[in-house]
């Protein structure tokens, strides 16, 4: 299962309150200004700055 559409819309990095992205695999949602990766448990979106991962330079 995905998250939906509608929750997608709503979310939004708990750090700077810009945009998240949905992984390719679903794994995890992106926010590209902060380089965080949070990620998705049991179809759950981990919205923690403690728990989201720091990504590289893209």
Do not use: F, T, W
Request: charged share 30%; proline share 5%.
């Amino acid at each position: 299962m995905s998250l939906s559409k509608k929750l997608l819309d709503i979310l939004v990095c708990p750090k700077c309150k810009g945009d998240v992205v949905l992984l390719d695999d679903n794994s995890g949602l992106v926010c590209h200004y902060c380089r965080l990766q949070y990620p998705i448990r049991d179809d759950i979106p981990v919205m923690l700055v403690d728990e989201a991962l720091q990504i590289g330079e893209e």
